[in-house]
């Protein structure tokens, strides 16, 4: 085999959980391009729909399923439906995230504390989880990649849930990562910073964009065509020597300090 071609995902099949986001649906593309059977999971219908219908009209690649990543029962549906449209699964993408509040600590309510650790890092776990015991029955040499933040690391002003629930998925990951190395599952998670999808262009087109742009030392937001490489690598055999790894895709972001309040 020429080492170029560990990248390739023909034959392979994946599962990406919030696929209908912004940043969910260019990882779907990509996992396609490579050659993967892609089932989407998301919890909305409407959009999920919309993105098969518009990748795959046949069907015959994709495999669109509603589900909550916080209910364990979807989660099992997922896996089955999976498993029953292309009989096995050997990459898991938890892509599924809420932002939370914009909110300084004083106004952070206990209920957006549930909301956002229940889908950020509770599901990312259980759908992990669930997999790797599906990947262990079926002796799959399975790959999870956890999606984390630049927020895993870096503090920023008014997202006390949301960068803690991502330090907390990237520290999910070195630990699934210990206990799955044995069952030949490796688990390591993908780091993005500021993305161009339509969210963030229209924050960068913003009042603020310039602020913003200026704290990113490359001056720039990746275009989801820039995470391509990356995440290949984590979801192929490429990174065959890899587990527990967090990879940053940042143009420096996470390193370059903090935002103080004025
Ligand atoms: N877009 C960026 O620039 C960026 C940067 C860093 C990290 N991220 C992370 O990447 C991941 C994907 O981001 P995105 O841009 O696609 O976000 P998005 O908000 O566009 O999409 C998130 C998707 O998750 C789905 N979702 C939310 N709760 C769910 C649930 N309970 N069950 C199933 N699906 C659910 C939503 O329906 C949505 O389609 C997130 O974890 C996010 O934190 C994104």
């Known amino acids: ?137 079926n002796h799959l040499a399975g790959r999870i990649i956890n999606i984390s933040s630049s927020l895993g690391l870096r503090s920023q002003l008014k997202r006390i849930p949301y960068a803690t629930s991502k330090a907390a998925v990237e520290h999910l990951t070195r630990n699934l990562a210990m206990e799955l190395i044995q069952h030949n599952i490796r688990v390591n998670c993908l780091a993005p910073g500021w993305i161009n999808t339509n969210m963030v262009k229209s924050v960068l087109q913003g009042e603020e964009g310039e602020k913003w742009r200026a704290s990113i030392p490359m001056r720039r937001a990746a275009e989801p065509s820039e995470l391509a490489g990356p995440l290949l690598l984590l979801a192929s055999h490429a990174s065959s020597y890899m587990t527990g790894t967090i990879l940053r895709v940042d143009g420096g972001y996470a390193y370059c300090g903090i935002e103080l309040p004025e």
């Open 1 to 137: 085999m020429k080492w170029i071609d560990q990248f390739s995902l023909e034959k392979q099949v994946a599962i990406v959980t919030g696929a209908a986001g912004g940043l969910g649906s260019e990882l779907v593309k990509i996992l396609m391009e490579a050659g993967a059977d892609v089932v989407l999971a998301d919890s909305d219908e409407i959009r999920l729909n919309g993105l098969a219908q518009e990748l795959d009209p046949s069907g015959q690649r994709l495999l669109a399923q509603k589900c909550d990543v916080t209910k364990e029962r979807d989660i099992l549906s997922l896996i089955d439906r999976a498993h029953q449209k292309f009989g096995k699964i050997d990459i898991l993408v938890n892509s599924a995230g809420v932002l939370g509040p914009d909110a300084a600590w004083s106004n952070v309510l206990e209920s957006d504390w549930d909301g956002v650790l229940d889908v950020n890092v509770k599901a990312s776990w259980m759908a992990a989880t669930h997999v790797s015991k599906y990947m262990i029955t």
